[in-house]
């Protein structure tokens, strides 16, 4: 559903839609389908046992199959189905199947239905060196109401969102937000594990964590978001540290010092020196005693 070229949804709202056998479909040849929306801007369904080489019009039309040209809403608000390509096809064989879509293009926005925004979740890895580390790993990104993430948000339909690398260093996923026509919404988006806690920090996480963006708000004029979420490997050099001030340690244990670097061995000489001199006039005092 369209206003004014903008995707729009509702909040719960019901349209229906038939095959026809004439161009000014007034002869069913379908029963008449239900679309069903429920906070949301699409719906889907499939009709069988069609008949292969007939032609067939699609038209939107009430629950007793009068197709509709024109058409409005419970407020008021006038809308008209608008036909991707020609509202006809033929069936070409058994096995073939035909997709046809049709959009209601509304003049303004009614009551209780809501601008369809987007906001785009990108999860970038990185290695030590700061280039691209490519792997397996799965990580998620929450999307909250507050800037303390505390409370999840309920204006969007996933928000833990599962960032699945499969093999990249690098992953997107767009996530839709319903914005009413007079408001604007604030969330808040930070990396968090599978059950929603935040991340960032956590006991054994082995990556800094950088949020580009992690607060955003949309509203009618601004319908588009983003959010880049960027982990990098931390360089472990704990274990390195520690051994390095052991050997240290252990250096300056085996290391004796005195607290006084005056060098002692030629004192040691010149002593050694004058024993022997005394020893010697000695000897030469007892031989001439003897004599």
Do not use: H
């Not at 999860?123 to 993430?149: C, E, N, R, T």
């Amino acid at each position: 559903m369209l206003s004014n070229g903008t995707v729009i949804g509702a909040e719960n709202e019901t349209y229906y839609v038939a095959l026809y056998e004439d161009e000014d479909c007034t002869i069913l040849a379908s029963e008449v389908m239900a679309l069903n929306y429920s906070w949301s801007s699409s719906a889907t369904v499939s009709i069988t046992g069609l008949e292969v080489g007939k032609t067939y019009y699609i038209s939107e039309c009430d629950a007793s199959g009068n197709a509709v040209i024109l058409g409005t809403t419970a407020d008021g608000t006038i809308y008209t189905p608008e036909y991707n390509g020609a509202n006809t096809f033929v069936l070409e064989n058994e096995n073939s199947s035909v997709t046809a879509s049709f959009a209601n293009e509304y003049y303004d926005l009614p009551d209780q239905f809501y601008y369809e925004g987007y906001l785009t979740i990108t999860k970038k890895l990185l290695g030590v060196d700061g280039d691209p580390l490519y792997s397996d790993a799965v990580f998620y990104a929450g999307i909250f109401d507050d800037a303390s993430y505390t409370t999840l948000s309920s204006r969007v339909d996933v928000n833990i969102v599962e960032l699945n690398l499969a093999g990249g260093a690098e992953v997107s996923q767009t996530i839709p937000v319903s914005v009413s026509g007079d408001e604007a919404v604030t969330l808040y988006v930070t990396e968090v594990d599978a059950n929603g806690n935040p991340i960032a920090g956590a006991s054994g996480f082995l990556y800094t964590v950088t949020v580009d963006g992690s607060t955003v708000t949309l509203d009618s004029a601004n319908l588009k978001a983003s959010v880049v979420i960027t982990n990098q490997e931390y360089e472990i050099v704990e274990e390195e540290s520690s051994e390095y001030e052991e050997s240290e340690s252990e250096t300056e244990s085996t290391a004796v010092k005195t607290g006084d670097d005056t060098p002692i061995a030629p004192y040691m000489s010149l002593m050694i020196l004058a024993l022997g001199v005394l020893l010697l006039g000695d000897f030469y005092r007892k031989k001439r005693a003897e004599e």
